[in-house]
């Protein structure tokens, strides 16, 4: 069963999300840093010039043009960031910016935003108080810095995205960070599940039978939270919500026009790509296997073409109980976990606690 049909579940076009690690240095020292960010800009950035070439290259995927989110590192390192977001901007991009909570984002940082015609911003909030925040981020008055932040952006109306952390250490907090968040205003809440990669290598993910309550929690906050939520690099929270929305009544064609279904399907590779600051092209920011450089390749041509986004869209391919799941068009589950675990970006993602049926002749196992 393909719940809601595969056809319209390959984005073999263009990429809905395009992420842009515009520069590695940042101020923070983040535990779970996946750009393992580092203080100075590298030399090796792509230039001004580069720069507003590659944008011209990524308004070439046609219309809708894919939403561009700019981050880092942290962007504001960058002294052209403006400069390059009004210019996506003016090319009829729609740009959203993902700065690090640090002194950098001023006020008058969030207005220039505004003024260059930002669509969205989003910060990151790992912990409900200053002391566990702090600790993950690595500096001492970030959550304050955040909090701060939110406040320039929630009176410049720009809508934000609050992104938190999930591991081990942070998930027993959640419920605390939901509720900070009430309080906020914002447009969603993007629950980014860790993986062992970067700096993330040295934090603990969570387990399979955990991910599955916490999908059920998040599936269950969806219906009457304020905001939408997002579980990143965790698409096995489709099949959840899918199977629950099916159990409430819900046919295909309602389904497909929730938040949730709206983003069945995308997944590192099939409506996402990442773009790293010397112009490298991953299936995502976690997915650590370049497929092309921007500065040899469009990013069309690599997208469309290249041997690995080709790959990974197709889901058939898949090796384990992902290949064989019957919600692999849907969740496909996170390429870059399956990556992380086994070394092979088409193996199964071990995130997931669902056992589909094994191939004829053999025992039911996970
Ligand atoms: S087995 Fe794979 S495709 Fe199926 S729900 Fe789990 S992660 Fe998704």
Redesign the pocket.
Known sequence: MDAVGPDRLVFSDAPRLVYWELTRACDLACKHCRAEAIERRDPRELSTGEAKALLKEIRAFGNPPPQLVMTGGDPLKRPDFFELVGHGVGLGIPVSVAPSGTRLLTEDAVRSLKASGVQSMSLSIDGATAEIHDRFRGVEGCFMSTMQAEGYIREARIPLQINTLVTAETVAGLPEVYGLLLGLGIMRWSLFYLIGTGRGRDLREIRPSQCEVLHHWLYDLSKTAPFAIKATEA??F??VASVRMRAEGFDEAAIRRTAIGRGFGIRDGNGIMFISHTGDVYPSGFLPVSAGNVRQQTPVAIYRHSDLFTRLRA?EG?T???GR????GI????RARAFAATGDPMG??P??????EPPAGSERSL
């Open positions: 698409p096995h489709r099949r889901v898949y384990g109980k992902c799941c019957e919600f692999h969740c496909g589950g996170s199964s993602d995130l997931c606690a669902y056992a589909p």
